[in-house]
């Protein structure tokens, strides 16, 4: 299984001079964890996540209408190809002790790969495999 596979679709992106409040009413609406942040040129210039707004800016007394996106996301952060295996990029959030990676096609943000992602493919695969077993049992009995 490849990352392209189970990633989220078309990531939601914010301006990096949209304010914190923007970004936290964003995070609300769309019911996600973390928003891209695109600069000016409309590049990938970081990521801002719910934990990022309650952690850096709300504990720390930023003013959620007054600060910008730039000046609390992260910037430093580590991107995944479409083709990854889905296995290395599960070892890269936790190894990194994150909880998303934005899935890179050249400088364009095709997707983003979260932890829920993973875990929703998990569940699937566990069900399949569960309905399987449960197939070859009442096969078993009636033959």
Known sequence: MIVK??????????SEDASLKEAAVMLKEKKIGSLLVANLEGDLAGIITDRILVVDAMAN?????KTKVKDIMYESMVSVPPEME???AARLLEELEIRYLPVMEGKRAIGILSISDLANFVKDFI???LIELGA????????
């Open 61 to 65: 007394g930023f003013d959620l209408n």
């Open 136 to 143: 070859r049992v009442v096969k078993r009995r009636i033959g």
């Open 86 to 88: 889905a296995t290395k």
């Open 5 to 14: 596979d189970i990633m989220t679709k078309n990531p939601i992106s914010i």
């Open 127 to 129: 069900d399949c495999i």
